[in-house]
């Protein structure tokens, strides 16, 4: 039988874990508050940007047919096409990857496969500190020096075209391409390395053949984040674009990608005009949400 | 007189066999040194256990016969390493000495590929297109590793959805495929299960008659079953290097004696 002080000290204990399960409870919750804030913010900027963008098309009777194929974007006459910004932020993005992937990729198997750690000691950190340039300096960069250079090169009569664009934005891109190629690569176990080589293959034939085959995924998910970063850039963009509005049919045409129009134009934009420009960012949100799509289904595959 | 001659011969004949020798070999990690003046001849076709406690430089010396450590940065080797009368470590032909030296890891190593793919592996590297030669070479060295029947109907499957010991079992095929002449094995049963470590050393007693075999290993009693010769390690030397009966029965020195009874390590 427990005596009447052993009682009194279950008791206490028993109050004082009462208090301690309250507790876990509360923080839980705020966590969990937290954690939806960010939620609530995306579901906030969705539901605002569709709501604005797809008025017009509910509402005022516009066809949406003719705003994604439309080739004329004149505010003042009621034309809003955006044709040729989708085929500029498409055509400067694919010109960006072409680019930047290869780059971004053998910067990632050299830093995590090749260089000797004191290069790479040096080379890493340069490529992360290139992530943290604000891209507002990026477009301060291509307009200094990237847009006079092909103005004196290839004789255009005005540099900001879809190739400086393309170069700006690979240069942006690389950071994320080279640190998430670079962390899987390194995540490729050491063993298959071993085995590979102890089966004489030579240490390139083993980078191409085993290491980055097996960290497909992650590469994939470096290519595809960095597209994501090429396609929603603006403010670099704006700089070196030249923003005529014009299909793009050379690399020396002057574009004027989907971000840049709703930056440029939004500020002193109202009614019709305002709700198109929401209405592209729409469209700008189904691409990233297809990349995001696409991301998570070869998330999925690699956990495999 | 008679049988001194007879001894001399004998004695001539090993030296023959003799597939590799090694000569007052030292290996240091940096500053550390891991083994200590390594003499020893491994013969031809027949199977070299290594023992010894955790530590005492049994896998280091291992992966100096194919040259695995390389890939570490900082060590540094002196001595010689002789495989067919040619100095492993004078040759800079890193690849032509690991097709001929295959190896085995402790845990199944395959690459994240299709069971043929892996086993083709080492020959495609080596520049065989020829489907039908890589058809036949997967085949065969399947066979030989005694898993065929197990794999023939998923060979386009991947081969990590293989159990351990079947998976460690194509890490022997693909080591086969090479058609090397010595089979390094760094304890290859330690991540198996009592059956599949059964199999893998039957595997291992059919293979002797065609491959120089080194194994390390933790089991004592895996070193006394499978393996012709031991070599006891302790502290990066090696103690005792015998018939693999003596080195159980009747070992000459004490530390030996110790660790194969059981009372240490």
């Known amino acids: 039988m427990p005596n009447h002080s052993n009682e009194e000290l279950v008791s206490q204990i028993e109050s004082s874990n009462k208090r301690k399960y309250f507790l876990e409870k509360l923080s839980e919750k705020v966590f969990l508050f937290c954690s939806l804030l960010s939620v609530i913010s995306l579901l906030l900027i969705i539901g605002f940007v569709f709501y604005k963008g797809t008025h017009p098309f509910f509402a005022e009777g516009y066809s949406f047919i003719e705003f994604i194929f439309g080739l004329d974007w004149v505010p003042s006459e009621d034309k809003f096409g955006i044709l040729p910004m989708i085929v500029a932020s498409i055509f400067a993005t694919i010109g960006a990857l072409i680019i930047g992937v290869p780059i971004g990729l053998f910067t990632a198997i050299f830093l995590a496969e090749i260089a000797p750690k004191s290069i790479a000691r040096i080379i890493s950190p340069a490529v992360q500190l290139l992530a943290g340039i604000p891209s507002v300096l990026y477009g301060v960069f291509g307009l200094a020096i990237i847009v006079p250079f092909l103005q004196n090169h290839l004789g255009l009569a005005k540099g900001q075209s879809l190739i400086a664009v393309i170069l700006v934005l690979a240069i942006m891109m690389l950071p994320t391409i080279v640190t998430v190629a670079e962390t899987s690569i390194r995540a490729v176990p050491k063993t298959y390395r071993e085995g590979s080589l102890a089966l004489g293959a030579?240490?390139?034939?083993?980078?191409?053949?085993?290491?980055?085959?097996a960290a497909k995924s992650g590469i994939m998910a470096a290519i595809v984040l960095g597209l994501g970063r090429a396609i929603g850039e603006t403010m670099a963009v704006i700089l070196v674009a030249g923003n005529s509005l014009v299909l793009p049919t050379s690399l020396t045409d002057s574009i004027r990608p989907l971000t840049t129009n709703i930056?440029?134009?939004?500020?002193?934009?109202?009614?019709?005009?305002?709700?198109?420009?929401?209405?592209?960012?729409?469209?700008?949100?189904s691409f990233i949400l297809i990349l995001n799509l696409v991301l998570a289904k070869i998330g999925s595959k690699g956990g495999k | 007189m008679n049988t001194t001659k007879m001894d001399r011969n004998k004695g001539n004949e090993q030296q023959i066999q003799n597939k590799i020798s090694v000569n007052d070999l030292n290996l240091f990690y940096g500053e550390k040194q891991a083994l200590f003046s390594i003499s020893i001849d491994i013969r031809e076709k027949g199977v070299t256990a290594l023992i010894g406690p955790s530590g005492c430089g049994k896998s280091t010396f291992l992966r100096t016969l194919n040259r695995m450590n390389d890939l570490i940065d900082g060590v540094k080797i002196s001595?010689?390493?002789?495989?067919?009368?040619?100095?492993?470590?004078?040759?800079?032909?890193?690849?032509?000495?690991?097709?001929?030296?295959?190896?085995?890891?402790q845990k199944p190593n395959l690459f994240p590929m299709s069971i043929y793919d892996n086993v083709a592996y080492g020959p495609r590297m080596q520049g065989i297109k020829s489907k039908k030669v890589l058809n036949q070479l997967v085949e065969d060295s399947l066979k030989s590793a005694a898993i065929w029947d197990?794999?023939?109907?998923?060979?386009?499957?991947?081969?990590?959805?293989?159990?351990?010991?079947?998976?460690?079992?194509?890490?022997?095929?693909?080591?086969?495929?090479?058609?090397?002449?010595?089979?390094?094995?760094?304890?290859?049963?330690?991540?198996?299960?009592?059956?599949?470590?059964?199999?893998v050393e039957e595997l291992i007693a059919n293979m002797k008659k065609d491959y120089t075999i080194v194994i390390v290993t933790h089991n004592m009693q895996q070193a006394a079953r499978v393996s012709d010769k031991t070599a006891f390690f302790l502290n990066g030397e090696i103690i005792e290097y015998a018939n693999t009966e003596t080195i159980f029965s009747m070992p000459k020195d004490q530390r030996t004696e110790d660790y194969v009874t059981g009372r240490f390590g």
């Open chain 1, 202 to 213: 030579s240490p390139i034939g083993t980078i191409f053949k085993v290491v980055v085959p």
């Open chain 1, 263 to 285: 930056a440029l134009e939004m500020g002193y934009a109202f009614g019709t005009h305002q709700e198109m420009l929401f209405a592209t960012g729409i469209v700008l949100f």
């Open chain 2, 79 to 105: 001595g010689d390493i002789v495989i067919d009368n040619e100095n492993i470590y004078r040759s800079n032909d890193v690849i032509k000495l690991r097709t001929k030296v295959g190896m085995v890891f």
């Open chain 2, 150 to 199: 197990e794999v023939k109907d998923r060979l386009k499957s991947s081969a990590l959805g293989l159990s351990g010991g079947q998976q460690q079992r194509v890490c022997i095929a693909r080591a086969i495929a090479m058609k090397p002449e010595v089979i390094l094995m760094d304890e290859p049963t330690s991540a198996l299960d009592p059956i599949s470590t059964l199999k």
